[in-house]
């Protein structure tokens, strides 16, 4: 048996040369084809054009007041906190699971900085640490739960949304803290509020600190081990976790992560809406889930692209503004975006199947 | 011209009729006057973000006036304080700011007062059984806005029932008081609030409730074990399905308001505005504009004014 | 005589691979049919196209002399074609008998069954018991166990059970040993031989060539998504199918066995 | 080649006796072990054992109170309309699918039948018909998506759930009618809304009905092919399909069964509530989605029982009533429910776990 | 010389079944032993224990002599030792040269890489096209598809690459050829070669027997859980070890050949 070595040899050296293009074998791919290709190598390229598109309808169809600096930014700076807590949903579903506690916790930690502020009188800069620090415990708290006790993300952050939204109202005492008083006694609450103009254009910290997050995030995802790990995860937990993959510290890692990002849109929300508010967010989780869906990532995990996130926020951003400016009843605008979700995903959907 | 003049109406929601009552209002009243007028929502009840979205639409759109109803009366200042410093005049609806004085005008129901008089209603209903009253509370929602907390504390006060914290409701000791309970102001939270407290104590006898279809509910609930013949219920809001289950001996007392004269009066105060820059004036002792309250029943008690169901459907809305 | 099953100039694009490029494939009554080839050359699509689980891009589908058009593994399975696919086919919660008559469960008798449409559990677990029983799988102890406790080894015995049973005009098995032992691979290779000892005809993928020198009457050689050549394992040598299969040799060149060595030696040496 | 069977017979022959035993080898329980193979046996075990615990409990802090025939049946009733969606949110994830639309069919369903009826003036039992038909409707519109665009069900239904709601209100224009007049003009509409009494337990025709749905559905899931085939898909859809499930038809029927089943909800929801309002049921997807996953019905699809959701919906009833008579404040019932759904579904898996 | 990597009554439960029964193990430096029995007797959890992914419920671990405890495939890892499994572990969606370097990345040099932890996927792309095309796997084209592009033989042959390019004191191959054809096969024997001729030991499962007897120094015949013996190839049949690990011969009994013929043809006629 061991002497057969030498002939296998003489068979695999004539196999070799011939043998290379087992599974490529070439043909001509109509225009179509082509356009469905490059579209499948670079997952943000569909809500990217979607964007695109819609500003152009909207900016025909309603002319100069859409079309104008002010207009634009308006809706970054009304998408950026649906864009932040939509950058915390996007990392956990990479991961194959679902964080129905981006509102919960954002929310709260929002109480906390303020309440830790006013209630107690820690400096505000303290407040808003520990506030962030809260988020990334309530994280932490999921990710644990998800990750060494195994239990669906669904349940697990259906249970934590309960609870941290109860807490935050047992807490709160569903007490507001006014505007004025925090911007007397502790303006560092109200940082990503405030706005700096480039032209008509007019731009808040917040807006800065959404952009700043996904793009860090996008390098962080592409351009990192623990990116390339956090896919890995949502791909095949059992396959990452043979390979070598602390599959475990991943998990606690990105919803703790995500907790501290929805701890900063707490932040953010507090700039945004001048007051510590018990109730705010309340539509955060419907709204996170819908921007990371219409922009492509997929819900079984490990594909897509936190571009993609951002482009979705903008989107539902531009048909919101765009609706209301059009006079559009509001239930009309709900039931188009319910169509949009449906739309965007039927053809992403269809890319991914013609081009493989 | 009137036609160049654009206000911008915002609703809490656009799915409870108390709102859609108020837009029909303001926009009937748009078009009478030439005004073209966008009307915004939130998607639910406390949907703030959307509240505040809106108004920046309406900045942007380059609006006269905006009136408003508040989700989070002391969130919105910053936004309104936007507005007004775009040049536009903001009048607040049915629910004032926190400060009042955020908004240009206020135009509103008492609804501390909306409370009180259902409370004093059934006081002398009961007469001296009033004494050993069991109450059931039917409340808003566990975050307690402002409008649920007025009109309950409003109905303890007529009642007779000390108070604790004004700001909050359910921190009285009364033993009067069987519960609080959540219904979300719809008849589903009505009716499995109503049960749950009957389940506490099945002797109920007077229930406050925070609207009529939470109101509706309860009813259910008592009739369903054959005792809505000997419980008071009392509301707020005085609309026409409302008044209507007053006539019918659902309810026996409600306290009506009128979203439409506010929003009709809204729009009239915004063309003036745009017209010649007048700004509209509160009643006199209050530092709100009035629309006034009125407690329909079809049973009046001493001591208490009211008017009667004939009237109170001839003024109903929804 | 006519093939029972044929594939005329069948196309099956995935993306920018092309796993079938305009391939024949005929399979004539009572034979067993082998198909040999490299890993991705097409062997898994060719068969699937065959048995309705993929719609091919473009060719036809023949049995019997008629033209088929087959949307679903159960169209094909209505026309007596029983598959048992590469990646099985189990649902993995449900028990073995379940799995055994999925898509063809059996109701009771009666007004239970007509009315209420009842299944007859009781039935078709003494039916798949029967039916591992004849493949030696005796080391499954509860018919009801679910799939998933079972090994790799025992699921497959059970997919090849399977279509053992029901298949009554073409019986196709992808890899049917790939993952049993010697013993099993063994009573897999018999059952092979009493279905054709039925008159019911097979297709069998394998990579196991002294598996397939075996049984096989005819060896089709898959090679870049088409059909090569067609050989008989009396006729060519292992080490010339394997040549054939990789590219090493020209079919034109493979014809003439004379002076080589007897099969199973030479590819002893091959190894 | 073909002359050595021979002798591998008697290989085979002698191997056989000995062979019998490989993945089976005996091994002494303990009584833990036992309990837990016993649990996994019957997968509605854990919710069932729970219901009762929960009952016990309650009804010894509250004594006679809370364990009267009033209180017990009354949790029943309340349960009703959450039971009847949740059975049809069972049977959409055992499919491995997710409704999110269900509370909005079931309202939507509800304002159809009772606009027909009153604004249209067609007679009620012929518009109680086309409100089911209705509900049907929506739900097939639901399966069409996730079977034959192969959308993945929480995208395809988190647009329709908005689209469905949406027209709701559009079409309602926000109107209630009024229990007095459904009463006068169109009793059929409340006739889920009338009761009986055996003893001091009473009984709404609401609660009958859920209860024959439940364990009709639990006789379909286990007794009839298309039972099997439900199971099977939501097991591994792809293998279904290649053992000869039709699995875009056993799709869709799922979801048109959901409809459906949801637009009964709406029917007994009207006699619940005596009037039609437009607004109900706004909670409805959580509370479903709560009592399927407390019942211990696997997202994942293919795992769980019917029996298992209808526990899982009477230990909400349970809690929520008790708390209540307790004297909680509702917040805390929030929270408990929150950490229920994690308790319950860790227990579960734990016993999934060690006994496979 | 002591075992470099030893098991020593290692137990392991499923539930109900005993995938594992005080099973001893020892691999001594430099060798190639393979592990065979029949399907489901515990091959794969007995080497999974052994690589950190799945904890043993009892027994020891020994590497080098010293006990170890790993509670991850990475633990192990670290320790050198590089398993391929038998589900092979392959993040779909992710390139090939991504799936290589799981878990060891390697980063850039400078700043970008030791400050913003960028990776260098040039380089990573690189070794990982050099390591396939050791193993001629030469019709991989591109490097950056997605593995999920590829057919299974092609996974496969990158999970080998991946274990013979970091293993460094033991590998581990779990049926590396299942789904391997002829030519891919033969280039993974010669890569088991290669490694032993390197020094670093390896541990084959596999049920071909003819590649067992083959490349194996020694053979671990798997039984019920446990070791049933081992026996060396050259004093062994095929048909001896078949029936060694079905249990139709009694370990007692093999240990003489003496007049029996050769392996090969042996092994040819208990097919
Ligand atoms: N569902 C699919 N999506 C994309 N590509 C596919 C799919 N199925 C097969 N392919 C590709 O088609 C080609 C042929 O695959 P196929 O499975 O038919 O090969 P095979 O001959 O059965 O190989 P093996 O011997 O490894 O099983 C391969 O290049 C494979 O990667
Ligand atoms: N994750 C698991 N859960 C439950 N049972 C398992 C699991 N893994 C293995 N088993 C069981 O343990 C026993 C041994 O399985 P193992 O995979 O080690 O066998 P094997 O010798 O590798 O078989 P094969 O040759 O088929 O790969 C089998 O009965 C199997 O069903
Ligand atoms: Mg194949
Ligand atoms: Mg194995």
Redesign the interface.
């Known amino acids: 048996?061991?002497t057969?070595?030498d002939?296998?040899e003489n068979?695999?050296a004539?196999?070799?040369p011939?043998?290379?293009?087992?599974?490529?074998?070439d043909?001509q791919?109509s225009t179509l084809q082509r356009v469905q290709?490059f579209l499948h190598q670079i997952p943000a390229a569909v809500p990217l054009i979607v964007l695109v598109l819609s500003i152009i309808v909207f900016g025909l169809l309603l002319g100069s007041?859409f079309f104008?600096p002010?207009?634009l930014t308006?809706i970054l700076?009304?998408v950026a906190?649906v864009g932040i807590t939509a950058a915390a949903q996007s990392l956990v579903i990479l991961t194959a699971g679902i964080d129905l506690s981006v509102g919960a916790m954002m929310v709260f930690s929002s109480v906390l900085m303020g309440q830790f502020t006013f209630r107690y009188g820690i400096p505000a800069e303290i407040a808003i640490g520990l506030g962030l620090m809260a988020g990334t415990v309530m994280g932490v708290i999921n990710g644990v739960?998800v990750a060494f006790?195994?239990?669906?993300p669904?349940?697990?952050t259906?249970?934590?949304?309960?609870?941290y939204?109860?807490?935050n109202?047992?807490y709160s005492?569903?007490e507001?803290i006014?505007?004025?008083e925090i911007e007397e006694h502790a303006a560092a609450l109200q940082f990503f509020?405030l706005s700096f103009r480039i032209g008509g254009a007019v731009f808040t910290y917040g807006v800065v600190l959404m952009l700043v997050l996904v793009f860090g995030l996008a390098?962080a995802l592409r351009?990192?081990?623990?990116g390339?790990?956090v896919?890995?995860v949502g791909?095949?937990k059992?396959?990452?976790?043979?390979?070598?993959?602390?599959t475990k510290r991943v998990l606690v890692s990105v919803y703790a992560l995500s907790g501290l990002i929805c701890a900063l849109a707490g932040w953010v929300l507090i700039g945004?809406?001048?007051?510590v508010?018990?109730?705010?967010?309340?539509?955060a989780n419907?709204e996170a889930?819908?921007a990371v869906?219409i922009g492509g990532i997929?819900?079984?995990g490990?594909?897509g692209s936190i571009l993609g996130t951002l482009c979705g926020a903008l989107i539902v951003g531009v048909f919101?503004?765009g609706l209301?400016?059009a006079?559009t009843?509001?239930?009309?605008t709900?039931?188009l975006?319910?169509?949009?979700?449906?739309v965007a995903?039927?053809i992403d959907?269809w890319i991914r199947?013609?081009?493989? | 011209a009137a036609q160049d003049i654009g206000a911008c109406l915002i609703t809490k929601t656009d799915t409870n009729p108390f709102f859609v009552k108020m837009k029909e209002g303001a926009t009937a009243k748009a078009e009478e006057l030439g005004i073209n007028l966008k009307s915004y929502a939130g998607k639910i009840d406390g949907d703030h973000e959307s509240q505040v979205a809106a108004i920046e639409t309406c900045i942007a759109d380059g609006a006269k006036g905006i009136l408003l109803t508040a989700s989070d009366t002391s969130s919105i200042v910053s936004s309104v304080q936007q507005a007004r410093d775009a040049g536009i005049l903001v009048i607040a609806l049915d629910t004032p700011l926190n400060p009042i004085d955020a908004a240009d005008a206020t135009f509103a129901t008492d609804n501390f007062l909306a409370g009180e008089l259902i409370g004093k209603w059934a006081a002398a209903k009961l007469g001296d059984d009033a004494a050993d009253a069991k109450i059931a509370m039917l409340d808003l929602g566990v975050s307690q806005p402002t409008v649920g907390v007025l009109r309950d504390q409003g109905f303890l006060q007529g009642f007779g029932i000390e108070l604790g914290d004004p700001n909050k409701w359910g921190d009285e000791d009364d033993p009067r008081i069987v519960g609080n309970d959540v219904t979300a102001g719809n008849e589903e939270g009505g009716r499995r609030a109503m049960e749950n407290l009957l389940a506490k104590d099945p002797m109920i006898n007077v229930v406050y409730t925070i609207n009529e279809p939470a109101a509706a509910g309860a009813y259910e609930a008592l009739k369903a074990i054959g005792r809505e013949e000997d419980v008071i219920i009392v509301s707020v809001d005085g609309g026409c399905p409302g008044v209507q289950n007053v006539a019918d001996g659902v309810i026996g007392a409600t306290s009506q308001q009128y979203p439409l004269d506010m929003a009709a009066l809204g729009i009239e105060a915004i063309a003036q505005y745009a017209a010649d820059g007048t700004l509209p004036q509160p009643t006199e002792g209050k530092d709100f504009f009035d629309t006034g309250v009125a407690l329909v029943t079809g049973e009046p008690v001493d001591g208490v004014d009211s008017i009667t169901v004939e009237e109170g459907m001839d003024l109903c809305w929804g | 005589m006519d093939p029972i099953l044929q594939g005329k100039k069948l196309v099956k694009h995935y993306g920018r691979v092309v796993a079938l490029d305009h391939c024949d494939f005929e399979l004539y009554p009572g034979e067993v049919l082998a198909i040999i080839g490299d890993n991705g050359a097409g062997k898994s699509t060719l068969v699937k196209a065959l048995s309705g689980a993929v719609t091919p891009d473009d060719g036809e589908v023949w049995l019997d002399g008629k033209r088929m058009n087959f949307h679903s593994p159960l169209d094909a399975r209505e026309y007596g074609i029983e598959t048992v696919y590469q990646q099985l086919a189990m649902s993995p919660a449900l028990s073995i008998a379940d799995n055994m008559f999925m898509g063809r469960e059996l109701r009771k008798k009666g007004l239970m069954g007509s009315l209420l449409r009842q299944l007859d559990h009781k039935e078709m677990e003494r039916f798949a018991r029967e039916k591992l029983n004849d493949l030696g799988l005796m080391t499954i102890q509860n018919i009801r166990q679910p799939v998933e406790t079972l090994s790799g080894g025992q699921r497959q015995g059970v997919a090849v059970a399977r279509a053992a049973a029901f298949g009554s005009k073409v019986i196709i098995l992808d890899e049917p040993t790939a993952a049993l032992g010697v013993k099993e691979s063994r009573k897999v290779l018999e059952l092979i031989q009493d279905v054709k000892a039925r008159g019911i005809p097979i297709v069998l993928i394998s990579h196991n060539m002294p598996h397939v020198f075996e049984v096989a009457d005819r060896i089709h050689i898959h090679r870049l998504g088409k059909r090569l050549c067609v050989v008989k394992p009396n006729e060519c040598t292992m080490s010339d199918a394997v040549a054939l299969m990789t590219g090493a040799l020209d079919p034109d060149h493979a014809k003439a066995p004379g002076s080589s060595p007897g099969p199973a030696e030479e590819y002893l040496h091959s190894l």
Do not use: C
Request: aromatic letters at 10%; charged letters at 15%.
């Open positions: 048996m061991t057969s070595a002939e296998a068979i695999d004539t196999a070799a011939q043998a290379e293009a087992v599974a490529e074998f043909q791919h290709h007041k104008s002010f207009a308006l700076q009304q906190i739960l006790m195994r239990l669906p669904f349940i697990v259906l249970g934590t949304w309960q609870i939204l109860a807490a109202y047992l005492a569903n507001t006014r505007a004025q509020g390098y351009q990192t081990a623990w390339r790990h896919y890995a791909d095949d059992d396959a990452a976790e043979l390979s070598g993959v602390q945004r809406i001048g007051s508010s018990p109730t705010s967010g309340q539509l419907i889930i819908t869906v997929s819900l079984f490990g594909r919101s503004l209301r400016m006079g009843d509001p239930q009309w709900y039931l975006i319910g169509m949009l979700i449906i995903v039927a959907q199947k013609v081009s493989v």
